[in-house]
């Protein structure tokens, strides 16, 4: 059975960072896009960013440029979203997520498996 696990949520002031990774246990990781997603409270899940199978193309949502950055260490199984200059409207719950792609997606629709969620809360 496919596991993702995500860690290195937390507690941050405004303007701090926090980097966020994903484990999985899928044996051919490489074989498949990830991406982050996140929902906060009463609010529906939303994209905040994709990577493609090795890594080579990445895309991000609006509110996020600039400030997050995807990655990921497929000899690791990793992937991992490092977020600086956090703001309040950062908090959720973020999950990691992967496809059966070489591409990534802004869909949540299209993912396969998904991690149980990381709290991450930025106060003002």
């Known amino acids: 059975q496919v596991q993702l696990v995500e860690s290195g949520g937390g507690l941050v002031q405004a303007g701090g960072s926090l980097r966020l990774s994903c484990v999985s246990s899928?044996?051919?990781?490489?074989?498949?896009?990830a991406g982050w997603f996140r929902q906060a409270p009463g609010k529906e899940r939303e994209f905040v960013a994709t990577i493609s199978y090795n890594g080579a193309r990445f895309d991000y949502a609006d509110s996020v440029k600039g400030r997050f950055t995807i990655s990921r260490d497929n000899a690791k199984n990793t992937l991992y979203l490092q977020m600086n200059s956090l703001k309040p409207e950062d908090t959720a719950v973020y999950y990691c997520?992967?496809?059966?792609?070489?591409?990534?997606?802004?869909?949540?629709?299209?993912?396969?498996?998904w991690g149980q969620g990381t709290q991450v809360t930025v106060s003002s």
């Open positions: 997520a992967v496809r059966r792609s070489w591409s990534g997606s802004y869909d949540s629709k299209e993912y396969d498996y």
């Open positions: 899928i044996g051919t990781f490489i074989s498949y896009a």
